[in-house]
Every structure is written in structure tokens, then in C-alpha cells.
């Protein structure tokens, strides 16, 4: 007890009072709470516009020789007094502005340490560590694990952080990856920048795969005439890059383009299923075929009077038979690009020198579109495959691009043969990019395949959520985010890069300007430049 | 349960001390008249108002002594503006009889000039309210020391306070007077009373009054010669009820001291835009910061009274040992745990 009376009983006259003066210095900016899993600072509650703290935003604690980041996810107002005085206001405009702020909820990202080192954080910034907003110093660790293939610039909040670039990685890429936003959000325009990209990695030698490209709304070619709106084919820096084909006879005249045809022998019955509504027994009778006919025949066999005879032999009535063959005869009759040759295996051979492969098939019909995309898939699928058991080393993996995927890869589609990429393709070096508006028609078991995301705004709760739920990375804090992106904003999610990453998309028509003013690749011009298009 | 006819005894008791049938009886009665209310004219200010304030908290008692924590300091203001808190003491107290001379006598001399006081026959309760009261009057006297003419000083409570510190009060008054210094003691509550079969709360009663006879105005009126239970009386000043903003329903009671009679409409003016804030709408804003800053909550005593106990565990308690010696029964039939 000693102790205690000594204490309470001052032994001389100045130690009687020490007074401890609180005046107003900056509590804000300070870490005043929470947990490992979540970081809450006060900043004024008055500040100028262009302070304002906004979700997304990224923040650095400096806490000795740590540098701790964290993610913006929610602002609160806030006060030291608790309860709601504040609708007590009565129009007196009094009140105590230095016990008023804003509460700011951070999600930590990671923890920078001496080395530059990034890494996830099990332990948490000491009580009242100052918070700063992160700079072009505190994401340079960022660079570092950035990938090969440039889509955008790091963003923060709404500001760009222009130094640093925010890439993917071909490595990623085998696996699969998808792309997510309302329409007019940016889904055409991210392509074009990420082919943009593919292309420069390929003319440069660099690239890792081959990107095919198919494009029902002819948009990617020559973007949209009478418009800013630019194609591929203005990158005339990398153009030996790409390779294209189209259906369109106006498009494929053009130096550079060839026309696309496929052989009636790469038709396969279930590309035929896809074009059309099928009863019990016409599908019966599809399925039939491969067993009653030579696969690279039969599309000539069945239209023959002998033909149909066999079908009706294996108990098919005739009048199911006939509307197969009348069927049959139309596609073969409207779509002109069915020949004789095929551009097929010079397709397969640039996307495995690692290409980008655009097939402009424009006005097409979204059934006609989907047996085109099946008939491509799959051969390069088996041609994948094939070469799997060849061990042919020196071809490069790839990508195959579609639209609207929830078309295809939806719970209730019959399209196995896209979902059949997806399942197996990886094992042989082919990966899907998904692109659609719509991720929750997308069975969430395929979507938690993909390793690459990249989201844009998407306003629909349930798309996003289902998102969320599949993703590798957690994305479930980033909601609020996701919902307020605009265009252009992406969220960018993929394993080589430690969290999931605000990045603004580049613009196609700057990125195209910036890189046809790059310097020619000193490589190239050795070999005394490249002709691409006539090997 | 309880018995219906007692509940409504005394619920209608309750009606008949708070609702104040007519006007007439209590001014009648009280001998307030309607003229007696002074309006008080705003007007600007811009010295500092210090607002004092005090606060105590049970860390720990064994029966015959206590253990408290003790805290007591100011809030100062310019305008509508927070200029600094300043806590002038935040310690623990140990409240027994016989080492009052010890505790309470160094500050008495030192800062009142004062010769000891016999306390040797306060319960350990009072002991305590003691020692905070005489370090809010040290607050009082630094604040004054650091005050310039013409500010104001307010202090939270009433001067009319117990007899062994009534020379400590008698000091700071004479040298606020000199410094030429206000200084108001404004109290929430108040045992103010009137009325003859039952006592009224005279503080209320007034207000409700002044609402009908002056609504929408600030006002103070004068306790003298108002037929008015005040306390003993003796503390050397005068007592008044005041409204310190037009828009508030409430009223306080406010000791001042002598030297400041004539001045009270004049200071009184100089803080009604001080006590309209949005936190605490017709109370004096700077008591209110003061409240705040000074008050010790929950998780201080609480933090406290673990230091405490880690500190006897490092003289070699047991922990048996302090739970015996300081568990407070109560906390035992209230299943409380606070050891
Ligand atoms: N990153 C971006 N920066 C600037 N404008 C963009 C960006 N992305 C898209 N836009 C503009 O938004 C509009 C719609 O973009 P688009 O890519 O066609 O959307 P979606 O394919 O999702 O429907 C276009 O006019 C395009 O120029
Ligand atoms: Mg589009």
C-alpha cells in the first residue's frame, strides 16, 4: 500500500500541479482502429473537393521500418460524441468541429518492408501510425509484379498513377480468363487494348500465345466507320502481329486480310445442333450420324437419295430425315464461306506462332456465329491436342475469345463443346476469355476456373455477386467499388499480382497512338522487316 | 406487484410537483413577479470563457478506506471556438480519515495559503467529493492565474458548497474580483424548492413560468427576497435562475459572488452566443467540453483498477489475497465481477 500513499501525497509544493495541456493538433490521418483484417482512420470531415477521400483509394501507414497498405471500402461520418446529437442542429451552425470527422474502413492489402518486399500482413499497424496517401513510391513494388501484357495505369480512387502501368501476365493466360461489364462499359474497348498488347509481345518475338479473336459486330477490325473509334489493323507499328480473316468480301480484299473459308469436312453434326431448336428425335437422328457416316464425308453422303435411305434404315422416319437434310442444305447454301479449302490450319499455324487472329465475320447471325466459334474451337482444340501427344515443343499456347459467353457457357446451355475448352483445355495449352454482361448466367464452377478477371462496372447485385463468389481472389470488400466504377475503371484480379488491382483501362485510340510512335523493335529491322501475311 | 392505490398516490404527487397549475399560486407564493425577469441583451464577446470541471470514480474501497481516481481541469473557449483543454490534476486518491492531513493540506497552503482542516470525522464518500472539490478549485485558481480581465470563469456545480472549504472559495473570490474576472457557478440540478404541503422544484417551476410570461426570451432573475428554500445561504454571493439562450426550454441555477451584482445582465449577455451549440442547446457550450474531456468513463476506472492490482500482485499479493480484502459484497450479490 506504500506505494499508493506516497503517491497521493506530493512531497513538495511543485509537483502540486503539473498541468497537461490538450490543444488542437492533428488527430486525423492517425490508425485508431480496428483489427489484422480490418484498418479504420478519421480524416476532417471538411475537406476541400480535391482531398476527399473516396473508396478505392489506396493508403499507406508508415509505421517504422513497415509500410503498410490498405483499400479504401466504406467512409463514415463520425464524432467523438456518440449518439445522434448531430439532429439537434436547430439552425444554430454551432458545434465542435475538431470532435467531428470522418471515419475511414480500410482493407489491408499488404505490408512493403525495407527490401520492397510485398507481402500479405498477419499482424497490424501500431495504434495512431500516420496515414498518408500512397504515392507513385509506395506502389513501386507494384512494377515488380506486373506482368508482359499493358491493359491499363494503376488507379487510385479516381486519380491515375500513371507511373505505374498495370499488366497481365502471359504466364496466367493458359488459364482461363474472363472480362465483365454492363454494356458500354468498356468490354470492346479492353480487347483491343489487350490484343493491342499480344500484338507487340508477338512482332517483338515475346509472345507466349496465340489470341484468336472472333467477332460477330465487326467492330475490332477497322473500328467503326465515320467514327474515332479504331481497329486493329490502324496498329501498324506491330501489324505483323496480327493475322486476319473475314467473310466479309469488302474486308478481305483489303492488303493484309484473307478471306475465311472452312472445308464441309471440319463440320462436325453437333456444330450442325447449335444452329437450331432440335426435337427428341431430330437430335436423336444428329447424334446418329458420326456412326452411320465417314466423318469427313457425310455432309455429301447424307443429301444423297442413298444417304438418307441409311438414315431411314436406323429407324428414323423420313420426315425426320428430311428436315435434317433440308437444314443442312440451307447452311451450306447461305453461308459462303464453306468451301472446299479452309483457312483453318493457317489459322491454327498463327496462333501458334503466337498471334493475334482476328475472324471478322460481320452481320452474322448469333446462331451462325456460335457454329463457326464451335467449328474453329474444336479443331484447334484437337489440333492442340494432337500436338500434346506429339510433344511439339516450340508452339505457343492460346486464347480463344468469346462474346457474349453466357451464351454458351451459361448453367443452361447445351453447348458442351465450349465448356469441354474450359474443363480440359488447359491440360493442352488452351485457355478461354469470356467476355459478358452478364457473369451470374455463368456456372459459378467454371467461372472459379478462371485466374485472370477483369472487372468493370457491373450494376446488377446478383452479377456481382456471383462473381464474388467464384473468384480466386476475394473480391466480396471490393463490391461498393465494383458498383460505382465508370467507364474505362476495372478492377484487376489475377494470381501473379498479390491483390486484386484498381486499374484504369487504356483508351484504344491513345494506346494505339502511343504505340505506333514507339521505336521499331531493333530486331525486326535486322532481319529487314517481315511480311507477314504472304509466309 | 405494487399496490395499485399506492401508484396512484403517488402518481398524482408526481403530477402535482412538476405541472405547475397557473401562474398565480407560484407567484404568489413565491413573490416572483413578472418584472422580476431581466431580458438579457446579446452582445458580442471575445475574451476567453474557462469552463472548470471535475470528476470521480470508485476504483476500489476495502471498507475503511477507498481508493478513487480523481480528475479535474478546464475547458477554454473564444467565441464558438475550442482553444485547449488543460487537466490540472488525474490521479488516484486514497480517501481515510486519518491521512486527510497529508493529502489535503499541501495543496490548501500552497495554492489558498490556508492552515490545515480537520476532516478526521468525514465518511470516506464525502472525503472524496472533498478532494475533488478543493482540485477543482485549484483548477479554478489556475485558470484564473492564466485568465485576463474581463474573461469569464464557470464552474460546473454550485458555491454553495460544505463548510471546511468555504475559506478556499472565499480566497479564489477575492482574487477574481482583483483580476477583474467573472466567475458563475451554473448547476444542473438543484434542491431549490417552494410551496407549503409539498416542495417544489423551484428551478422547473420558474422556467415554466418564464416561458408564458417571456416566451422565446433569455432571462435571469434574482433568488433575493424570493420566498425560496435555498441551502444555508452563507457562501457570500448571490443566487439566480437564468436562461442562457431564448431558443432552450431550460433554466439553471447560477451562484455568482458579490463583487459581480451589478455586472450580471452585462455577463450574462456575453454568453448567450456561447450556450446555443448543437450538442447542448441553452447550457453554456465550454461546461459541456469540459464535461466531456474531464469526465473519466467506464474503461479508465476500469483500466485503473487493473493497474491497481497488477501493482499489488508485483509488492507479492495474492490474488486471493487482494479479491478478500477488496471485493465489495455488493459486487457479490449483484454477481459482478470485477477482480
Ligand atoms: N478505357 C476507356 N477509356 C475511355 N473511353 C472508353 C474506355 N473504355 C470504353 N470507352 C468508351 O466507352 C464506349 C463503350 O465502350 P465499349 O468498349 O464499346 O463497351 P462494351 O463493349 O462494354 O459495350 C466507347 O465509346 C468507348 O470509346
Ligand atoms: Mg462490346
Redesign the pocket.
Same mark, same amino acid.
Given at each position: 500500500m506504500q506505494t499508493i500513499e506516497t503517491q497521493a501525497q506530493p512531497d513538495n509544493a511543485t509537483s502540486l500541479l503539473k498541468p497537461k495541456v490538450i490543444e488542437g493538433k492533428d488527430t486525423t490521418y492517425r490508425i485508431v482502429s480496428r483489427n489484422v483484417s480490418e484498418y479504420q482512420f478519421i480524416v476532417p470531415f471538411n475537406l476541400p473537393d480535391e482531398e476527399r477521400v473516396e473508396v478505392g483509394q489506396i493508403f499507406s501507414i508508415n509505421d517504422q521500418g513497415l509500410t503498410y497498405l490498405a483499400r479504401v471500402l466504406n467512409i463514415e461520418h463520425s464524432s467523438n460524441y456518440d449518439g445522434h446529437w448531430d439532429t439537434t442542429m436547430k439552425g444554430t451552425q454551432f458545434f465542435d468541429s475538431d470532435q467531428i470527422f470522418n471515419r475511414v474502413v480500410a482493407e489491408p492489402l499488404g505490408c512493403i518492408n525495407k527490401n520492397l518486399e510485398f507481402k500479405k500482413s498477419r499482424t497490424l499497424p501500431t495504434k495512431f501510425s500516420p496515414v498518408s496517401r500512397a504515392e507513385r513510391e509506395e506502389f513501386k513494388f507494384l512494377s515488380q509484379v506486373m506482368g508482359d501484357i499493358e491493359v $491499363?495505369y494503376l488507379r487510385n480512387g479516381s486519380r491515375l498513377v500513371e507511373e505505374i502501368p498495370v499488366a497481365l501476365h502471359s504466364d496466367a493466360i493458359d488459364h482461363h480468363m474472363g472480362v465483365f461489364?454492363?454494356? $458500354? @462499359?468498356?468490354?470492346?474497348?479492353? @480487347?483491343?487494348?489487350f490484343a493491342a498488347s499480344c500484338m507487340r509481345l508477338a512482332a517483338q518475338g515475346d509472345s507466349k500465345f496465340g489470341l484468336l479473336i472472333v467477332d460477330p459486330h465487326g +467492330?475490332y477490325l477497322k473500328g467503326k466507320r465515320n467514327s474515332?473509334?479504331k481497329g486493329l489493323v490502324h496498329l501498324t507499328r506491330y501489324r505483323e502481329g496480327l493475322a486476319c480473316y473475314s467473310t466479309d468480301r469488302s474486308n478481305a480484299t483489303d492488303p493484309g486480310v484473307e478471306e475465311l473459308t472452312i472445308s464441309e469436312s471440319e463440320i462436325f453434326p453437333e456444330d450442325i445442333a447449335l444452329l437450331y431448336e432440335w426435337s427428341a428425335p431430330q437430335r436423336d437422328a444428329l447424334d446418329a450420324i458420326s456412326r452411320i457416316f465417314d466423318p469427313n464425308s457425310w455432309l455429301d453422303e447424307i443429301k444423297t437419295p442413298d444417304g438418307m435411305a441409311r438414315m431411314m434404315q436406323e429407324g428414323f422416319k423420313d420426315s425426320t430425315v428430311n428436315v435434317l437434310v433440308r437444314r443442312i442444305k440451307n447452311e451450306l447454301g447461305r453461308n459462303s464461306y464453306i468451301k472446299k479449302r479452309s483457312s483453318l490450319a493457317n489459322i491454327l499455324a498463327n496462333l501458334q506462332k503466337g498471334k493475334v487472329v482476328l475472324v471478322d465475320i460481320p452481320r452474322m447471325s448469333d446462331r451462325s456465329e456460335l457454329f463457326l466459334l464451335s467449328v474453329i474451337s474444336r479443331y484447334i482444340l484437337d489440333e492442340y491436342k494432337k500436338d500434346e501427344k506429339e510433344g511439339e515443343e516450340s508452339r505457343k499456347n492460346c486464347l480463344i475469345t468469346i462474346e457474349e459467353a453466357q451464351r454458351v457457357l451459361g448453367a443452361a446451355s447445351n453447348t458442351s463443346r465450349f465448356e469441354s475448352i474450359a474443363r480440359e483445355g488447359r491440360k493442352f495449352g488452351v485457355g478461354l476469355c469470356a467476355i459478358t454482361?452478364q457473369p451470374k448466367l455463368i456456372e459459378k464452377q467454371l467461372l472459379s476456373q478462371f485466374n485472370t478477371l477483369v472487372v @468493370?462496372g457491373l450494376g446488377d447485385r446478383n452479377d456481382r455477386q456471383q462473381l464474388e463468389e467464384s473468384a480466386k481472389q476475394d473480391l466480396t470488400s471490393m463490391d461498393t467499388e465494383i458498383q460505382t466504377l465508370e467507364?474505362?475503371?476495372a478492377v484487376v484480379s489475377t494470381l501473379n499480382i498479390p491483390f486484386p488491382v484498381p486499374a484504369?483501362?487504356?483508351?484504344? +485510340?491513345?494506346y494505339l497512338h502511343r504505340l505506333n510512335l514507339e521505336d521499331p523493335p531493333e530486331r525486326l529491322i535486322k532481319k529487314g522487316g517481315f511480311k507477314p501475311f504472304l509466309e | 406487484m405494487e399496490d395499485r392505490g399506492r401508484l396512484s398516490i403517488i402518481a398524482e404527487l408526481i403530477r402535482d410537483h412538476i405541472s405547475l397549475d397557473g401562474l398565480d399560486q407560484f407567484l404568489c407564493q413565491t413573490g416572483v413577479e413578472k418584472n422580476d425577469f431581466v431580458v438579457i441583451q446579446p452582445s458580442d464577446f471575445s475574451g476567453e470563457i474557462f469552463a472548470i470541471d471535475g470528476s470521480n470514480a470508485a476504483i476500489c474501497s476495502y471498507l475503511t478506506a477507498n481508493v478513487n481516481l480523481i480528475r479535474a481541469g478546464y475547458a477554454v473557449y473564444r467565441k464558438r471556438d475550442w482553444q485547449r483543454t488543460v487537466i490540472t490534476f488525474d490521479d488516484l486518491f486514497l480517501a481515510d480519515p486519518k491521512l486527510s492531513g497529508t493529502n489535503f493540506d499541501p495543496y490548501l497552503e500552497h495554492f489558498f495559503g490556508l492552515n490545515a482542516i480537520n476532516l478526521k470525522e468525514s465518511d470516506l464518500d464525502r472525503l472524496s467529493s472533498y478532494y475533488r472539490e478543493m482540485q477543482e478549485y485549484v483548477a479554478i485558481n489556475d485558470a484564473l492565474n492564466r485568465s485576463h480581465p474581463g474573461d469569464i470563469i464557470l464552474y460546473d456545480g454550485s458555491f454553495e458548497v460544505f463548510e471546511p472549504l468555504r475559506d478556499v472559495l472565499a480566497t479564489i473570490f477575492s482574487r477574481a474580483s482583483e483580476k477583474e474576472v467573472a466567475l458563475l457557478a451554473v448547476a444542473k440540478s438543484s434542491s431549490l424548492s417552494w410551496g407549503m404541503a409539498i416542495t417544489l422544484p423551484f428551478v422547473q417551476h420558474t422556467s415554466m413560468a418564464a416561458s408564458q410570461l417571456l416566451p422565446g426570451e433569455a432571462w435571469y432573475l434574482s433568488l433575493k427576497g424570493k420566498k425560496v428554500d435555498a441551502g444555508q445561504g452563507k457562501w457570500g454571493g448571490q443566487t439566480y435562475v437564468v436562461r442562457f439562450c431564448g431558443e432552450s426550454e431550460h433554466a439553471f441555477r447560477v451562484d455568482v459572488p458579490e463583487y459581480l451584482g451589478d455586472d450580471m445582465g452585462q455577463i450574462l449577455g456575453k454568453l448567450t452566443d456561447h450556450s446555443c451549440s448543437a450538442e447542448c442547446l441553452g447550457y453554456p457550450h465550454a461546461l459541456f467540453r469540459a464535461h466531456r474531456d474531464i469526465r473519466i468513463t467506464e474503461q479508465e476506472g476500469a483500466a485503473a483498477r487493473e493497474r491497481l492490482i497488477a501493482g499489488l500482485s508485483e509488492l507479492g499479493m495474492a490474488h486471493k489475497e487482494i479479491r478478500m480484502l477488496m471485493q465489495d459484497y455488493h459486487d457479490i450479490l449483484e454477481m459482478r465481477t470485477r477482480f
Amino acid at each position: 500500500m506504500q506505494t499508493i500513499e506516497t503517491q497521493a501525497q506530493p512531497d513538495n509544493a511543485t509537483s502540486l500541479l503539473k498541468p497537461k495541456v490538450i490543444e488542437g493538433k492533428d488527430t486525423t490521418y492517425r490508425i485508431v482502429s480496428r483489427n489484422v483484417s480490418e484498418y479504420q482512420f478519421i480524416v476532417p470531415f471538411n475537406l476541400p473537393d480535391e482531398e476527399r477521400v473516396e473508396v478505392g483509394q489506396i493508403f499507406s501507414i508508415n509505421d517504422q521500418g513497415l509500410t503498410y497498405l490498405a483499400r479504401v471500402l466504406n467512409i463514415e461520418h463520425s464524432s467523438n460524441y456518440d449518439g445522434h446529437w448531430d439532429t439537434t442542429m436547430k439552425g444554430t451552425q454551432f458545434f465542435d468541429s475538431d470532435q467531428i470527422f470522418n471515419r475511414v474502413v480500410a482493407e489491408p492489402l499488404g505490408c512493403i518492408n525495407k527490401n520492397l518486399e510485398f507481402k500479405k500482413s498477419r499482424t497490424l499497424p501500431t495504434k495512431f501510425s500516420p496515414v498518408s496517401r500512397a504515392e507513385r513510391e509506395e506502389f513501386k513494388f507494384l512494377s515488380q509484379v506486373m506482368g508482359d501484357i499493358e491493359v $491499363g495505369y494503376l488507379r487510385n480512387g479516381s486519380r491515375l498513377v500513371e507511373e505505374i502501368p498495370v499488366a497481365l501476365h502471359s504466364d496466367a493466360i493458359d488459364h482461363h480468363m474472363g472480362v465483365f461489364a454492363t454494356t $458500354g @462499359m468498356g468490354k470492346s474497348n479492353f @480487347m483491343k487494348v489487350f490484343a493491342a498488347s499480344c500484338m507487340r509481345l508477338a512482332a517483338q518475338g515475346d509472345s507466349k500465345f496465340g489470341l484468336l479473336i472472333v467477332d460477330p459486330h465487326g +467492330e475490332y477490325l477497322k473500328g467503326k466507320r465515320n467514327s474515332q473509334v479504331k481497329g486493329l489493323v490502324h496498329l501498324t507499328r506491330y501489324r505483323e502481329g496480327l493475322a486476319c480473316y473475314s467473310t466479309d468480301r469488302s474486308n478481305a480484299t483489303d492488303p493484309g486480310v484473307e478471306e475465311l473459308t472452312i472445308s464441309e469436312s471440319e463440320i462436325f453434326p453437333e456444330d450442325i445442333a447449335l444452329l437450331y431448336e432440335w426435337s427428341a428425335p431430330q437430335r436423336d437422328a444428329l447424334d446418329a450420324i458420326s456412326r452411320i457416316f465417314d466423318p469427313n464425308s457425310w455432309l455429301d453422303e447424307i443429301k444423297t437419295p442413298d444417304g438418307m435411305a441409311r438414315m431411314m434404315q436406323e429407324g428414323f422416319k423420313d420426315s425426320t430425315v428430311n428436315v435434317l437434310v433440308r437444314r443442312i442444305k440451307n447452311e451450306l447454301g447461305r453461308n459462303s464461306y464453306i468451301k472446299k479449302r479452309s483457312s483453318l490450319a493457317n489459322i491454327l499455324a498463327n496462333l501458334q506462332k503466337g498471334k493475334v487472329v482476328l475472324v471478322d465475320i460481320p452481320r452474322m447471325s448469333d446462331r451462325s456465329e456460335l457454329f463457326l466459334l464451335s467449328v474453329i474451337s474444336r479443331y484447334i482444340l484437337d489440333e492442340y491436342k494432337k500436338d500434346e501427344k506429339e510433344g511439339e515443343e516450340s508452339r505457343k499456347n492460346c486464347l480463344i475469345t468469346i462474346e457474349e459467353a453466357q451464351r454458351v457457357l451459361g448453367a443452361a446451355s447445351n453447348t458442351s463443346r465450349f465448356e469441354s475448352i474450359a474443363r480440359e483445355g488447359r491440360k493442352f495449352g488452351v485457355g478461354l476469355c469470356a467476355i459478358t454482361q452478364q457473369p451470374k448466367l455463368i456456372e459459378k464452377q467454371l467461372l472459379s476456373q478462371f485466374n485472370t478477371l477483369v472487372v @468493370m462496372g457491373l450494376g446488377d447485385r446478383n452479377d456481382r455477386q456471383q462473381l464474388e463468389e467464384s473468384a480466386k481472389q476475394d473480391l466480396t470488400s471490393m463490391d461498393t467499388e465494383i458498383q460505382t466504377l465508370e467507364k474505362g475503371e476495372a478492377v484487376v484480379s489475377t494470381l501473379n499480382i498479390p491483390f486484386p488491382v484498381p486499374a484504369r483501362i487504356h483508351r484504344y +485510340e491513345d494506346y494505339l497512338h502511343r504505340l505506333n510512335l514507339e521505336d521499331p523493335p531493333e530486331r525486326l529491322i535486322k532481319k529487314g522487316g517481315f511480311k507477314p501475311f504472304l509466309e | 406487484m405494487e399496490d395499485r392505490g399506492r401508484l396512484s398516490i403517488i402518481a398524482e404527487l408526481i403530477r402535482d410537483h412538476i405541472s405547475l397549475d397557473g401562474l398565480d399560486q407560484f407567484l404568489c407564493q413565491t413573490g416572483v413577479e413578472k418584472n422580476d425577469f431581466v431580458v438579457i441583451q446579446p452582445s458580442d464577446f471575445s475574451g476567453e470563457i474557462f469552463a472548470i470541471d471535475g470528476s470521480n470514480a470508485a476504483i476500489c474501497s476495502y471498507l475503511t478506506a477507498n481508493v478513487n481516481l480523481i480528475r479535474a481541469g478546464y475547458a477554454v473557449y473564444r467565441k464558438r471556438d475550442w482553444q485547449r483543454t488543460v487537466i490540472t490534476f488525474d490521479d488516484l486518491f486514497l480517501a481515510d480519515p486519518k491521512l486527510s492531513g497529508t493529502n489535503f493540506d499541501p495543496y490548501l497552503e500552497h495554492f489558498f495559503g490556508l492552515n490545515a482542516i480537520n476532516l478526521k470525522e468525514s465518511d470516506l464518500d464525502r472525503l472524496s467529493s472533498y478532494y475533488r472539490e478543493m482540485q477543482e478549485y485549484v483548477a479554478i485558481n489556475d485558470a484564473l492565474n492564466r485568465s485576463h480581465p474581463g474573461d469569464i470563469i464557470l464552474y460546473d456545480g454550485s458555491f454553495e458548497v460544505f463548510e471546511p472549504l468555504r475559506d478556499v472559495l472565499a480566497t479564489i473570490f477575492s482574487r477574481a474580483s482583483e483580476k477583474e474576472v467573472a466567475l458563475l457557478a451554473v448547476a444542473k440540478s438543484s434542491s431549490l424548492s417552494w410551496g407549503m404541503a409539498i416542495t417544489l422544484p423551484f428551478v422547473q417551476h420558474t422556467s415554466m413560468a418564464a416561458s408564458q410570461l417571456l416566451p422565446g426570451e433569455a432571462w435571469y432573475l434574482s433568488l433575493k427576497g424570493k420566498k425560496v428554500d435555498a441551502g444555508q445561504g452563507k457562501w457570500g454571493g448571490q443566487t439566480y435562475v437564468v436562461r442562457f439562450c431564448g431558443e432552450s426550454e431550460h433554466a439553471f441555477r447560477v451562484d455568482v459572488p458579490e463583487y459581480l451584482g451589478d455586472d450580471m445582465g452585462q455577463i450574462l449577455g456575453k454568453l448567450t452566443d456561447h450556450s446555443c451549440s448543437a450538442e447542448c442547446l441553452g447550457y453554456p457550450h465550454a461546461l459541456f467540453r469540459a464535461h466531456r474531456d474531464i469526465r473519466i468513463t467506464e474503461q479508465e476506472g476500469a483500466a485503473a483498477r487493473e493497474r491497481l492490482i497488477a501493482g499489488l500482485s508485483e509488492l507479492g499479493m495474492a490474488h486471493k489475497e487482494i479479491r478478500m480484502l477488496m471485493q465489495d459484497y455488493h459486487d457479490i450479490l449483484e454477481m459482478r465481477t470485477r477482480f
